[in-house]
């Protein structure tokens, strides 16, 4: 049996999931579940797709989408860019995809567009993005953003005291749901930390990979983890999304 593998936000960081590989010594016997996130912030995210696209012909994987994934497809599609998202990372993808073919530009609209909102497998594990806001869970969830652009359900996760019985009124209801939930989307770093993060039965594994912390993948089940460098030292000509 393989290991289910977990992997944070990567933001064009190529260079980064290179050394995650090697350092983790992944394998075609495990699963690879990608959290989203894959563009914005370094100057990779063309080379990111592109190695996501073959993994995805040789390794089993599930592909999550982000917000910055979609904000990427809008673009490509439209033609028009978001301001917000130009500012936080956008503009350095813009300019990557300007340079590709067309060919390559059909092949990279596919997969994003085959990217999923969530993943819950048969331990009653959730894997997304960002979050859900239904109180019955991801299949009820009436606002599909969410699933890419919620920060509640870590902000709850973040201030639900321990000591609290589950079976207590007052405990959050969408912490009840699930086993585990791994999630990206805000980076541990916002409250110093560069390692994986749990809070109730929430795993944050965004660990800075497009600031100044390290992209992270982790084991599921284990929770060892594997780090890249700090990702900043990997580009020093660049800011990422600093």
């Not at 944070?8 to 959290?35: C, M, P, S, W």
């Not at 994003?112 to 331990?123: I, V």
């Not at 890419?148 to 005291?161: I, S």
């Not at 969408?174 to 039965?201: D, M, Q, S, W």
């Amino acid at each position: 049996m393989g290991r289910t593998l977990v992997i944070g936000d990567v933001h064009g960081a190529y260079k980064a999931l290179e050394q995650i590989f090697e350092r983790a010594a992944i394998t075609t016997n495990d699963k690879i579940i990608f959290l989203g996130d894959y563009v914005d912030g370094w100057s990779q995210s063309v080379a990111v797709i592109d190695f996501l696209i073959d993994l995805k012909s040789k390794y089993n994987c599930v592909f999550m989408l982000g917000n910055h994934d979609e904000l990427l497809l809008d673009w490509l599609k439209t033609g028009i860019g978001n301001e917000l998202w130009l500012m936080h990372g956008g503009k350095i993808t813009a300019e990557e995809y300007s340079a590709i073919t067309d060919e390559k530009l059909e092949c990279h609209i596919q997969f994003l567009e085959s990217l999923e909102d969530y993943h819950l497998d048969d331990n009653n594990k959730l894997f997304l993005h960002a979050g859900f806001t239904n109180l019955k869970g991801v299949t009820k969830e009436h606002f599909s953003k969410m699933f890419y652009w919620d920060r509640t359900l870590w902000e709850t996760a973040l201030v639900t005291d321990d000591s609290l019985d589950k079976n207590d009124i007052t405990y959050p209801k969408r912490l009840k749901l699930y086993n585990e939930i791994f999630i990206g989307h805000t980076a541990v770093t916002l409250i110093n930390e560069t390692t994986p993060v749990n809070k109730a039965c929430v795993w944050n594994i965004d660990t800075g990979a497009a600031f100044k912390g390290p992209l992270t993948v982790i084991d599921a089940d284990t929770k060892e983890f594997w780090q890249s460098d700090p990702v900043y030292r990997l580009y020093p000509d660049e800011k990422g999304r600093n």
